[in-house]
């Protein structure tokens, strides 16, 4: 069964910087794509950044360029967003996602609330 676990979330100021985690199982980690998505209160849930099984190919989303960065562990089976110069327009739900099987699947969350 294919369970993916997010946390690291929490209240940061502006201007702060927080590392999530997503621990997965139940797949061959490194054959599959990851992601991060955020979602915020009555709008889409929104892609966020993208890398593939052997980590060397990476798309970040315009509104986080410069300041996330996603990164894997194969080894560890673990997904990673390094969030820096944290805005108040980055409060959202985040999730880690990926594609196998024929479907998605998704982790439970964690909130990430950036504030003063």
């Known amino acids: 069964e294919v369970q993916l676990v997010e946390s690291g979330g929490g209240l940061v100021q502006p201007g702060g910087s927080l590392r999530l985690s997503c621990a997965a199982s139940?797949?061959?980690?490194?054959?599959?794509?990851m992601s991060w998505y955020r979602q915020t209160p009555g709008k889409e849930r929104e892609l966020v950044a993208v890398?593939?099984?052997?980590?060397?190919?990476?798309n970040l989303a315009d509104s986080v360029k410069g300041r996330f960065t996603i990164s894997r562990d194969n080894a560890k089976n673990t997904l990673y967003l390094q969030m820096n110069s944290l805005k108040p327009e980055d409060t959202a739900v985040y999730y880690c996602?990926?594609?196998?099987?024929?479907?998605?699947?998704w982790g439970q969350g964690t909130q990430v609330t950036v504030s003063s």
């Open positions: 996602n990926t594609r196998a099987y024929g479907r998605d699947y």
């Open positions: 139940g797949f061959t980690f490194s054959n599959y794509a």
């Open positions: 890398i593939g099984g052997a980590g060397t190919t990476r």
